[in-house]
């Protein structure tokens, strides 16, 4: 296994709508399922997440509500709002354009400079 | 959207903080939990599984406060916390706050309260329904100058005018008011036809209008009362409908209390009582001549002032049908607002003045907040120490701008309510000054003056507020925590602002010390301006007398003759004379042919302001006759027909001339000619701030006297005053019949009360730049 990333600053959200755009999920689920995701190469605070998570819903990118967990106990749930949905594709294609210029930047050699 | 829904959770959180509270900590613990049973999934003992849960996760508390501050919820509790904190510092200095609070207070009421007096002169809506639908009506003379119609003319544009929806009709009328039965008042009243509030569209603000019925005689015992009489004669007595109380010898019903706002539109008026059109036109020729009717009327909705306009130039052309030619008789449809909203050239200069004491009282407010300020910054300094430690302790910036900003704004709304307070308790006083200025401004706390306050107190204290806070929290950690004495560290930027607010409000005190100067300096003027007659010692008193018993003129005039020798008999009396119109009081105008100097030239017709004296009113007076002679006890209703101008007249009409020996006359009865026998030094008549104007006057015994005069009594020392004051002795010659002014001085000073305001305020202003000097060290 790979020596664990911590996360940097200002992905955790991206993150989290992610992780929440592919189904509804409580907060330990979504702790799971970026982890499932990332294969375990992500460390994630969990006490950071749920400041996270009501950041963003304040926001109003996700919505919660309470439902039934796997173990038949009451969990919140939350899900990806329309605005959240435009905020992730607005985010990842920022990402990727970053990780392209930061890659090209990085992976310069002297001869093309 | 977001803005909108960001708001709702703010809200959610801050009012169902426990709900909140409750879901935080249940869904926290779902996720310890859930955690911990993966955990024993894996093997791991159940005690074991919690702990590590536990430990991973990290501090829960932490974990809720980042939530709580996610939402907002914390907002509140900071700010009261803030609350409590900075009472705390304000009690802590108490001499600081008193004079910050002070300051203030001085700044915000005396802007507060000129607001109040502004709204009310221009800046609420006219007190109307719709006032854009409602116009005057009024009729033209010979010479096509308006006129206030007759009655007749009034009925027939009821009668007749299809483009109005209401037509009102208002005339004048004296009422004596008696609340003991002992002495009478003489109050301005106006007679209304029972359309008149529905007309205006207005409602009254206790009781009910009159009704339809009540225009009836023998029907029409009721009356409605301006809001000031209601107030000052009435104790705002909110039972008053109902009542009865006794006008005129007669036992009448309050039905209704007028609103206030009305009060700049219908000045001076105390009682309004329902118009009988049959009785008043019968009147007959009381005072300048014909009894008139005011018309105010409403259009129908989409009437055109135009098409109103040629409608009653039919109605008219239809009434006199003989003379087309001729100027008058015309009935001339004007707007009604348009002569608020542009009034003449006294009531502009009227205005501009409250304008620039509204622009004295903002100077006034830069200058107690930049004083304030200053004091901030001084403070600032020496809770350096107090702030480098918070923030070493990990307080943000933000944090604590927040929190030292909370406690500027609360000096400044303590400043602010105490200023609002203030000007609550002198509303009156301020009233009085104000509607001295321009008539019929008022000031009064509601509302929009309370809003008003309050929004000059938080944006001064956002603005000069922050500058201090700036300061205090730039502070350099490591210099500050190492200083030992809590002066040491005032930062250069710190005092060059201090110096930059002391050069701000050194700079408006001198625009302030030069404007009250100027201003104390037209003050004297108008106080020592010759005033054209000596009010020391003089007492006045008004007389109105009823229709039946003196309806014949030389009745009238032997009855003032009567008058005036019971008068000057009575001790201590020096001197006593009749006028219709005292000092101050205006007087009625009338169109004048003036006899004109060169040879052959046709006579000038001039609108002039004009007077009945008696023989003795000038003495009286002790008003300087430069040139003739006053009027003699023989110039009588037989003899030839006299007149004695003054100064400005003399001047204007007779330039290089003596005009002694000249003529003028009544442009409506032209062959009269009366010769000039004397001039007098000029007075003002209205107005001590006004411009001095042309003024003829003439012998009672040779005009019309009216049921309505004046008696100005000289008495030989003060001493003397309420001796003659008794008003007892004018029952004693009229048969119960006369009604006494309330006022038995003419005013010297009163009119003055604006620029006294004004130079009251300038003073405040000025006063208010000392506390400064404790900032200057």
């Known amino acids: 296994m790979d020596k664990q990333l911590d996360l940097l600053q200002g992905t955790l959200d991206m993150l989290i709508l992610k992780a929440v755009s592919l189904g509804p999920l409580h907060g330990y689920g979504i702790l799971l399922r970026i982890q499932q995701i990332s294969k375990d190469r992500l460390e994630i605070q969990q006490g950071s997440l749920y400041p996270a998570l009501y950041r963003l819903e304040h926001q109003g990118w996700i919505a919660s509500e309470w439902g039934e967990s796997e173990n038949k106990r009451k969990a919140k749930y939350y899900r990806l709002t329309a605005a959240g949905k435009r905020k992730l594709q607005t985010e990842t294609e920022n990402w990727n354009r970053m990780a392209n210029v930061m890659a090209g930047i990085l992976g310069a050699k002297p001869e093309e400079v | ?777």
Not at chain 2, 176 to 203: E, H, I, K, M, R
Not at chain 2, 318 to 333: I, W
């Open chain 2, 1 to 777: 959207m977001t803005q909108w829904s960001r708001f709702r959770s703010w809200l959610r959180a801050t009012l169902r903080r426990s709900r909140m509270e409750s879901e935080m900590d249940a869904e926290l613990r779902f996720h310890v939990e859930a955690y911990a049973e993966d955990l024993m999934r894996g093997g791991v003992a159940r005690h074991e599984a919690m702990r590590r849960a536990r430990l991973e996760f990290g501090g829960i508390e932490r974990a809720k406060e980042e939530c709580r501050e996610a939402r907002g919820a914390n907002l509140v509790e900071s700010l009261m916390q803030d609350l409590k904190y900075g009472l705390r510092m304000l009690r802590k200095s108490p001499g600081f706050t008193a004079v910050a609070v002070l300051t203030l207070a001085l700044g915000i009421g005396a802007n507060a309260a000129i607001f109040g007096l502004v709204d009310s002169a221009f800046l609420r809506a006219l007190p109307f329904r719709e006032p854009d639908r409602l116009v005057h009506v009024w009729t033209t003379d010979a010479g096509g100058d308006l006129h206030t119609p007759s009655p007749a003319e009034y009925v027939a544009l009821r009668k007749n005018g299809e483009s109005f929806e209401q037509i009102a009709g208002t005339g004048w009328a004296d009422n004596f008011y008696s609340s003991d039965d002992s002495s009478w008042q003489n109050l301005s009243g106006l007679l209304v036809t029972p359309n008149w509030l529905p007309t205006l569209g207005v409602q009254p603000l206790l009781g009910r209008n009159f009704l339809d019925r009540e225009e009836t005689a023998g029907q029409d015992a009721v009356v409605i009362l301006s809001y000031d009489c209601w107030r000052a004669r009435f104790h705002a007595d909110p039972r008053i409908t109902g009542k009865q109380i006794v006008v005129n010898r007669r036992t009448v019903t309050v039905v209704g209390v007028l609103p206030q706002s009305l009060g700049p539109f219908y000045q001076n008026i105390e009682i309004f009582a329902p118009l009988v059109l049959d009785s008043y036109a019968s009147q007959g020729k009381l005072r300048a001549g014909i009894v008139r009717v005011q018309i105010v009327a409403r259009l129908k909705p989409g009437v055109m002032v135009e098409q109103a306009r040629s409608e009653t130039e039919v109605i008219a052309r239809l009434r006199n049908p003989g003379a087309p030619s001729d100027q008058s008789g015309h009935l001339v449809v004007e707007d009604f607002a348009e002569e608020f909203r542009h009034p003449g050239p006294t009531g502009q200069n009227a205005r501009r003045g409250l304008w620039m004491m509204a622009g004295a009282a903002g100077v006034v407010l830069l200058i107690a907040c930049a004083n304030v300020a200053s004091l901030l910054l001084a403070r600032g300094v020496k809770r350096r120490r107090e702030v480098a430690v918070r923030s070493a302790l990990g307080c943000s910036r933000g944090r604590m701008i927040r929190q030292l900003l909370t406690e500027n704004a609360l000096l400044f709304l303590c400043g602010g309510s105490l200023g609002l307070v203030v000007a609550r308790w002198s509303e009156e006083i301020i009233t009085k000054a104000g509607s001295g200025m321009v008539p019929g401004t008022y000031l009064q706390i509601d509302g929009r003056v309370f809003a008003a306050g309050l929004v000059v107190s938080l944006l001064s204290a956002l603005f000069f507020g922050m500058i201090p806070v700036w300061h205090a929290t730039r502070v350099n950690l490591n210099d500050s925590l190492k200083d030992a004495g809590p002066n040491a560290a005032s930062g250069s930027r710190s005092r060059r602002s201090r110096n930059l607010l002391v050069a701000f409000q050194i700079a408006l005190g001198m625009v302030l010390l030069v404007g009250f100067g100027l201003l104390f300096r037209s003050l004297l003027h108008v106080e020592s301006a010759a005033m054209g007659y000596d009010p020391r010692n003089v007492l006045t008193a008004t007389v109105a007398l009823p229709t039946s018993p003196y309806a014949d003129p030389s009745a009238r005039t032997r009855l003032m003759r009567e008058a005036i020798d019971r008068v000057r008999l009575m001790t201590g009396v020096e001197s006593a004379g009749i006028t219709d119109s005292l000092p101050m009081e205006g007087a009625d105008s009338a169109r004048l042919r003036i006899e004109v100097p060169s040879p052959g030239a046709t006579p000038m017709k001039e609108e002039i302001w004009f007077l009945s004296v008696s023989p003795e009113y000038f003495s009286t007076l002790k008003t300087p006759m430069p040139e003739g002679r006053p009027f003699r006890d023989w110039d009588s209703h037989e003899s030839s027909p006299v007149a004695i101008i003054n100064q400005t007249f003399a001047k204007q009409y007779f330039p290089g001339t003596n005009p002694l020996g000249y003529h003028v006359a009544f442009a409506d009865s032209p062959t009269t000619w009366r010769e000039i026998v004397g001039v007098v030094s000029d007075f003002r008549q209205r107005n001590p701030e006004e411009d001095l104007r042309a003024l003829a006057y003439f012998p009672l015994a040779q005009t019309l006297p009216s049921g309505r005069w004046s008696m100005a009594i000289r008495v030989r020392a003060s001493s003397d005053v309420a001796n003659v004051a008794q008003r007892q002795w004018i029952r004693s010659f009229t048969g119960n019949w006369v009604a006494c002014s309330s006022r038995f001085r003419i005013p010297s000073r009163s009119p003055c009360a604006g620029q006294l305001l004004r130079c009251w305020l300038l003073s405040v202003g000025w006063r208010s730049c000392w506390p400064s000097s404790a900032s200057l060290e």
